[in-house]
């Protein structure tokens, strides 16, 4: 693991979709459309960002209504993968979900995602329940892992 010291996190804004885009590209197998990430800029979304000298490295989408705050989406470009700034941007979400008063953090992972499962875990989420043949796979369907954290 790197020092996450040279690294700075940050609100974001549609001028960084065109980075959001390309690291959703790279990092998963069925990536968000940039219509889709676009959708995430409102009152209701924290969307936020792991910079280094100006570029985008990674990303988290978080959604809160009320006292119920959802991850929708969290990223790293494969490059920076294994250098923990998926736990940087964890550790950051988790803190501004609690201070904006939310009493749980809610997310939903593919079942073979096991580098997620095992960041969520971490932190202190824990399996909740699944839903069945949820995500398409190339070669049929997997379950979605539902997992929670109290705050």
Not at 67 to 87: K, M, S, W
């Amino acid at each position: 693991m790197h020092n996450t010291e040279a690294y700075s996190v940050c609100v974001l804004s549609p001028d960084n979709l065109p980075a959001m885009a390309t690291i959703e590209n790279q990092a998963h197998s069925h990536p968000w459309t940039e219509a889709g990430l676009a959708d995430c800029f409102g009152p209701l979304y924290r969307t936020i960002g792991v910079m280094q000298h100006g570029e985008l490295l990674g990303f988290a989408i978080v959604q809160q209504i009320i006292d119920e705050a959802t991850l929708l989406d969290i990223c790293v470009a494969p490059a920076y993968q294994g250098q923990g700034l998926g736990l940087l941007l964890m550790r950051h979400i988790l803190s501004e979900a609690k201070q904006a008063q939310a009493v749980v953090m809610m997310l939903e992972v593919r079942e073979s995602n096991t580098s997620a499962k095992g960041l969520y875990e971490k932190v202190g989420f824990s399996e909740s329940g699944r839903r069945k043949n949820y995500y398409q796979t190339n070669n049929g369907n997997e379950d979605a892992i539902l997992m929670d954290k109290p705050l």
